[in-house]
């Protein structure tokens, strides 16, 4: 009964605790948005694959990549990791197919190819898969201690 009182005391002294919890939730909560706008452009970047141009000599698909900062939330103070902007690889060369009748083809009958890896894609998208689990599982234990400290309260 002594260390219940206590652990009352000091919660309800200080807010503290409450806070640090609600913040763990925010920052886990903005760190799954931003994995699902990086599986996104994954899901882009696979679904473009094959895509190349239409006519000769035409630039096919060019990946996408996303970039990630972490940011001040304007309505809480916290810190949280959000998308700073998604561009286009233009690191990795595209790379060429010889097939002189398809009409994207050049003079000397090479198609470019899209600069999408299938192993780069999958990849990134268990790496990205895996930091939503993560995030899920983190938000879970802040609700879970959110839901213990209530019910030593009663």
């Known amino acids: 009964m002594r260390i219940i009182l206590s652990l009352l005391l000091i919660i309800s002294s200080s807010p503290v605790s409450a ?4 913040e763990a939730i925010e920052q886990s909560a903005a760190g799954m948005k931003t994995q699902s706008a990086r599986m996104k452009v994954i899901a882009q970047n696979i679904a473009n694959s094959g895509s190349t141009g239409t006519t000769p000599g035409a630039e096919p698909y060019r990946r996408k990549i996303i970039t990630l900062k972490q940011k001040v939330d304007p309505e809480t103070g916290n810190m949280v990791v959000k998308v700073d902007r998604i561009g286009r690889d233009y690191r990795t060369p595209f790379s ?5 009748n398809h009409p994207a083809a050049d003079n000397n009958g090479y198609v470019l190819l899209p600069n999408v890896s299938s192993t780069t894609e999958k990849l990134d998208m268990k ?4 930091s939503y689990e993560a995030n899920l599982g983190a938000i879970g234990t802040s609700k879970r201690m959110y839901m213990n400290t209530l019910d030593l309260l009663r």
């Open 127 to 130: 790496e990205s898969e895996r």
């Open 19 to 22: 806070r640090n919890l609600s």
């Open 96 to 100: 060429a197919k010889y097939d002189p």
